[in-house]
């Protein structure tokens, strides 16, 4: 970058509150800027305490040094949540998600049990759909990504516990993964859309093997057993799968173009009869 | 067990992940880490001779993924179901309620299915298989074996006994190259369990 030339900032001085997608988008747009500007974005740190706080149990800013140029936050920051899942963690390898499967085995279970009334084996699946949507940066985005889960009150919105996964990465998105091996058959049809539907809902992988493609659909098949929701965000796209409660629609084009990818999964308590 | 021309072997994948991944990974997730433990099962498998029968023991197992069941169980099958030079036989131990659905769901997808071990001392068939399959198979299990000259009067239905030979082709049961009896592969591995 060459000297005085200027800095993009991230103004989040006035942020009152941030779930993990924002966090984690927080850092792919810093990723983007920083890529287009050649050197590290400012951030301008939150003045609220509590959203500092957060931030800090999330592990935010470990992973905000990479990607933007801030003023490290006071001892305020520490501690940690009983509500935290899994602090947001970097995914770049398959070490990474070995480590993402490893932390969530000492809280997730208390938390699922506590929060969402899932019984204690749910650990198991759960880890299985953070491994899956993990290994999907890293099988498909050929970028790095982070992830990042937690369990909040959504009396609102809900009126019950919901624990949400944010998954997002800055590579090539669903479109480029899928193109070289799919998009003849859809001739001037493919796009982001068609792209998203291959994956999401017919389970097509740029991999000819024919045990690959299968994680995205298990993944959807055990949110819908627990009626959570999932999305999946590519380049101007967002497909989904919409539970009875959730008003979100199931498709949706003409978005924001987004690099890379987002997959979201919110999971509910449990309504107990 | 004179009749048999295999000595059957267990493998312990917990034990094998640590060995052949790193000793950091107590998990079977990602699929570079579940082909590992695949290949490493089949080097241990090379020295068998032609025909072998691996009790492949899962118990120690936390985590397994799709993309590991697939590597580790599916494509474990596949590689050693059209191998005309070695004649592998498994049982899968261990594949309790938390691993059951990632197993089925792999076998399913490549119309597979295994003799897997549920619960202590109970056997069952998983993946793709008919109903007179699995009857024939639970016979074959409760029975343990099933010499020549009690094959037809234990299956008087010519279809049941073609599901027999089935099974046997399909590597849910092992036939004696010296005496042609049948057996259940769970009876095989008992004493190894």
């Known amino acids: ?273 | 067990m004179t009749d048999l021309p295999i000595d059957p072997i267990a493998i312990d994948v917990g034990k094998l992940l640590n060995k052949t991944v790193t000793s950091l990974y107590s998990h079977l997730v990602t699929r570079p880490t579940g082909r590992a433990v695949r290949m490493a099962i089949a080097t241990q498998l090379q020295s068998a001779g032609e025909q072998s029968l691996s009790l492949i023991d899962l118990s120690e197992v936390v985590i397994i993924d799709f993309s590991c069941a697939d590597e580790v169980v599916a494509k474990l099958l596949q590689e050693y179901q059209d191998n005309e030079v070695h004649d592998a036989f498994f049982v899968f131990r261990g594949v309790h309620e938390p691993h059951r659905d990632q197993i089925e769901v792999v076998l399913v997808r490549q119309g597979l299915a295994a003799v897997v071990e549920t619960d202590p001392g109970n056997f069952q068939l998983l993946g793709v298989h008919s109903d007179r399959e699995d009857r024939v198979w639970g016979v074959l299990e409760a029975r343990g074996m099933l010499a020549i000259d009690e094959i037809d009067s234990v299956f008087d239905d010519l279809e049941d006994r073609k599901t027999l030979e089935s099974l046997v082709h399909r590597g849910l049961a092992f036939r004696s190259l010296i005496s042609g009896r049948i057996h259940s592969l769970s009876r095989l591995v008992e004493h190894l369990m």
């Open chain 1, 1 to 273: 970058m060459a000297l005085g030339a200027e800095k993009t900032l991230f103004d989040a001085r006035h942020l009152r509150w941030v779930d993990p997608n924002g966090m984690v988008a927080l850092l792919v747009a810093g990723s983007v800027a920083a890529k287009a500007q050649g050197g590290r974005p400012r951030l301008g740190l939150p003045e609220s305490a509590d959203v500092i706080g957060y931030l800090g149990r999330m592990a935010f800013f470990e992973a905000a040094r990479e990607v933007f140029d801030f003023e490290a936050p006071g001892r305020r920051s520490a501690g940690s949540s009983s509500d935290v899942l899994l602090e947001i963690t970097r995914v770049a390898a398959n070490a990474d998600v070995h480590e993402v499967v490893d932390r969530v085995q000492g809280k997730a279970g208390a938390i699922l049990a506590s929060k969402l009334g899932y019984p204690t084996t749910a650990v198991v699946q759960f880890s299985v759909i953070l491994s899956e949507v993990c290994q999907n940066i890293i099988e498909h985005a050929e970028a790095p990504g982070w992830v990042a889960a937690q369990a909040y009150n959504w009396a609102r919105r809900l009126g019950r516990f919901v624990v949400v996964i944010s998954v997002m990465d800055v590579g090539r998105g669903f479109r480029g993964s899928l193109m070289d091996q799919h998009s003849a058959r859809y001739a001037d049809r493919w796009g982001d859309t068609t792209a998203l539907e291959a994956a999401f809902l017919h389970g097509l992988t740029r991999f000819p093997d024919s045990g690959r493609g299968q994680g995205i659909q298990q993944i959807r098949r055990q949110v819908r057993r627990w009626d959570g929701a999932i999305t999946i965000r590519s380049g101007t796209a967002r497909i989904g799968q919409v539970p009875e409660w959730d008003d979100t629609p199931p498709l949706v084009d003409g978005l924001a173009p987004l690099p890379g990818s987002q997959i979201s999964i919110i999971l509910p308590a449990r309504v107990t009869p």
